[in-house]
């Protein structure tokens, strides 16, 4: 039986790389139990963060890892929900396929982990999840347009879940960075930049910004400390931004600016 002097067991999704390695690293640090997710977990054997078969799009991996978790530690702590995928295009030349694809990972993913591990939580008295979204759901961004609507919708439901949570003790809130220096550049679907396309000029020229601003990002040990911060912090709030203080700055911006001329700062941003 576990005591409340044992150390929390975390559960992130999307361990095997980035922004989630980083961060489960570094729990580990600290003296947490700490275990990623990864389609594959025999591809990143290497890893010092023990990894879990966990695919969150598909639900019977979902429970039957939550499940071998369960058996094996008696409880989850905190779940971390940072398993997700970039997607670039002009709207009207995205496929639809890859519209479901980016929403069924980024945003049915991370509700449906959710799902499996509140059972547990509420069973236990209590618990924390934390949503990975992004600064980008705060803002539809040209040729980003569905990666924003993912996050958004991701920031929006967290709202409305912490407050059904509050009566069993279970604390939900989100992290949203902006551009880090991680590999999502390469995995990301990128619509095709068609050579007749009418979007091809602006659409590559934005493609360009989009990867300059990853390759310089901030490193991912800095979203690290903030969810050590987070865990640490009895009563979170709803919304944490980490990233560059002008990033940061763009959400306040839209919030206080007319919509026109906010427009327009977007425009000039990406050269369009």
């Known amino acids: 039986m576990k005591t409340d ?21 570094f729990l580990i640090s600290k003296g947490y139990i700490v275990y990623g997710t990864s389609r594959n977990p025999k591809l990143n054997s290497a890893n010092t963060l023990p990894l879990i078969r966990l695919d969150v799009t598909k639900n019977d991996t979902i429970k039957l890892a939550i499940s071998e978790l369960i058996e ?4 989850i702590n905190v779940l ?17 396929e890859e519209i479901k694809k980016a929403f069924d990972t980024n945003y049915f993913g991370p509700i449906n982990v959710t799902k499996a591990v509140l059972p547990h939580m509420r069973k236990q008295g209590g618990g924390l999840i934390i949503n990975i979204t992004s600064i980008a759901g705060y803002m539809g961004l040209p040729y980003r347009g569905i990666y924003s609507a993912t996050k958004g919708a991701l920031e929006l439901t967290t709202e ?5 949570l509050k009566q069993f003790n279970i604390e939900m809130t989100n992290v949203a960075p902006g551009d880090f220096a991680t590999n999502i550049a390469a995995g990301r679907y990128h619509a095709p930049v068609l050579e007749h396309s009418p979007y091809k000029v602006a659409y590559k020229n934005t493609l360009a910004i989009m ?3 990853v390759d310089a990002g901030k490193d991912p040990l800095l979203m690290a400390k903030v969810i050590y911060k987070v865990i640490n912090t009895q ?7 980490v990233g560059e203080p002008l990033q940061k700055f763009s959400i306040a911006l839209k919030r206080i600016l007319p919509d026109k001329l906010y427009e327009k700062i977007l425009l000039k941003h990406y050269k369009l």
């Open 5 to 25: 002097a044992s150390p929390k067991v975390i559960l992130i999704t999307g361990g095997s790389s980035g922004i989630g390695k980083s961060i489960g690293e």
């Open 72 to 75: 094996k530690e008696g409880r």
């Open 235 to 241: 009563k979170p709030k709803g919304h944490y931004k």
């Open 211 to 213: 990867n300059e601003h």
């Open 80 to 96: 971390i929900n940072n398993a997700g995928v970039g997607i670039t295009g002009p709207l009207e030349e995205t496929p639809e």
């Open 160 to 164: 409305a879940f912490r407050i059904e």
